[in-house]
């Protein structure tokens, strides 16, 4: 099955500054990779997704990038704010009927005022 | 459009007592599942259904059960819980390679 691998496990920024997590996967035939915030006792809830015909993708100030041969993907966020502060999930499935969501550990970002 | 409904919202169970976390949606989507939540391991999947009529297991099954009564229904079941099932349970539901949807989850502990 899938494995996907996320880093860092904590992220701590100032206002205004670049966050970056990054994620591996295992299977070559995942093609659909969704990344997640999920608030402070709230559910997670999608902020930026990308398919594998496509390298990046961007939506304001947060960016997506896959590298497909390497299995990697990254999530950019740029001039953060502090309801920026959250955890962020990575996901990986592939275009199968049968086909699991599989996600990583998890990134918790603090931006500091 | 409700979305995905989770319920309970929370419970508190004693050892060996048995529940049924029940979960419905309403956007005509044919793959649901079930996860926990724990501090440290993120979204560790349990159960799933491709579509009515299937279950398979995930990654956690062991002291799970599930049910697929139709399309929009997905029930889970613990026969005799046990502390290590005190976690988060969250119902999601989506098409096939496109965005899951989350319930707003169920907060259980076993006492």
């Known amino acids: 099955g899938e494995n996907v691998e996320q880093h860092p496990s904590t992220l701590s920024v100032q206002e205004g500054d670049s966050a970056v997590i990054k994620c591996t996967y295992s299977?070559?035939?995942?093609?659909?990779f969704p990344w997640y915030k999920q608030e402070l006792g709230k559910r997670p809830q999608l902020i930026i997704d990308?398919?594998?015909?496509?390298g990046e993708k961007k939506d304001q100030r947060i960016a997506v990038t896959l590298n497909k041969t390497a299995k990697h993907f990254s999530l950019h966020i740029t001039e953060t704010q502090p309801e920026d502060s959250a955890v962020y999930f990575c996901?990986?499935?592939?275009?199968?009927?049968?086909?699991?969501?599989?996600f990583g550990k998890g990134t918790m970002l603090l931006v500091s005022p | 459009n409700a979305g995905v409904t989770q319920t309970p919202k929370f419970q508190v169970l004693k050892t060996g007592q048995s529940m049924t976390l029940q979960c419905a949606q309403d956007?005509?989507?044919?793959?649901m599942y079930w996860y926990r939540q724990d501090p440290g391991m993120g979204l560790r999947l349990i159960y799933y259904?491709?579509?009515?009529?299937?279950?398979d297991k995930g990654e956690v099954p062991n002291g799970y059960n599930v049910s697929r009564l139709n399309k929009r229904e997905f029930s889970l079941r613990l026969e005799s819980a046990a502390p290590s099932q005190t976690s988060v349970y969250f119902c999601?539901?989506?098409?096939?390679?496109?965005?899951?949807?989350f319930g707003q989850g169920t907060r259980l502990t076993v006492v």
């Open positions: 999601a539901s989506r098409l096939m390679n496109t965005e899951a949807f």
């Open positions: 299977d070559s035939a995942s093609n659909y």
């Open positions: 990308i398919r594998s015909n496509v």
């Open positions: 996901a990986a499935t592939a275009n199968s009927g049968y086909s699991t969501l599989t």
């Open positions: 956007m005509n989507h044919n793959s």
């Open positions: 259904s491709a579509s009515e009529g299937t279950t």
